[in-house]
């Protein structure tokens, strides 16, 4: 059914889904934008799920933007690069508003967007050694699709310490920024996913997405116009003489001008 994830559900409802291109670094193309997007739909919709966990295969979590996705957008017009920025928007969107519990279990290393899914997530465990990242900047462009979530789950004073600088840190301090609930050694992810996901199994399924669907009520405005801020920021930035050296730079594999 799909190409890029996989779907799992043991018998009491706990469904993991798996970001499945470990030969990429499970880095986000638009065909799997599509499939967690409709993935989200589907476990949202099934009475029979109970909770979700987002995992990764292999390595690491997720890489961010896939390579091949970010250089075809070189070559689209604004309206069209608009148009790919709405796909990563929609697919958060999706995954955030999910009303089933989400539980990332971040097995690897998360930038950019990886950082974003970690962010959507309603609790997010890392394994120690693991390293994130908003490499954003390094490229010439910004973290804004994902800036909602980010913000919601770290608060602006805490996002503005990683948020710009591109700088990549470790598990530890992902924790510290509330990016992560905690980071545990690797033999332990297993066991601290699992006591998260055993409590809900005792609560009735709809109270809890009531009470999801309330905290976000409450929680940062995260709508059509802020989600549509995020994209026309980041076309703009497309459209920038940094950007165009930050991405040349990157694919001729040197450093870009604002460097030494």
């Not at 604004?78 to 958060?92: F, I």
């Not at 097995?107 to 967007?113: E, P, V, Y």
């Not at 899914?117 to 699709?145: H, N, Q, S, Y």
């Not at 995260?222 to 989600?227: G, L, N, Q």
Request: with cysteine.
């Amino acid at each position: 059914m799909f190409d890029t994830i996989t779907i799992e559900t043991d018998v009491r409802g706990v469904a993991t889904l798996t970001l499945n291109r470990p030969e990429k670094h499970n880095a986000m193309s638009a065909q799997m934008l599509a499939e967690l997007t409709e993935a989200a739909s589907l476990l949202g919709a099934d009475p029979a799920v109970r909770v979700v966990v987002l995992t990764g295969a292999g390595k690491s979590f997720c890489a961010g933007g896939d390579l091949a996705w970010m250089q075809a957008q070189r070559e689209m017009d604004v309206e069209t690069r608009s148009a790919e920025a709405r796909k990563l928007a929609t697919m958060l969107g999706a995954l955030n508003s999910l009303p089933k519990p989400l539980i990332g279990a971040v097995q690897g290393n998360a930038f950019g967007g990886g950082v974003g899914l970690a962010c959507v997530c309603d609790v997010a465990i890392a394994m120690e050694g693991a390293k994130f990242g908003f490499t954003e900047t390094r490229l010439g462009i910004i973290p804004a699709t994902i800036g909602p979530y980010v913000l919601a789950r770290m608060g602006e004073g805490r996002a503005r310490r990683v948020f710009m600088s591109a700088r990549i840190f470790g598990a530890a301090e992902a924790v510290d920024l509330g990016i992560l609930a905690r980071c545990v050694p690797p033999e332990g992810l297993a066991e601290a996913i699992e006591a998260e996901v055993l409590p809900y199994l005792a609560c009735a399924p709809g109270a809890v997405a009531a009470a999801k669907q309330l905290a976000r009520d409450l929680g940062p405005r995260i709508d059509a116009s802020v989600v549509d801020h995020t994209i026309s920021a980041l076309a703009a930035q497309w459209e920038t003489e940094e950007a165009a050296e930050g991405i040349a730079a990157f694919f001729d594999k040197r450093k870009p001008g604002w460097v030494g």
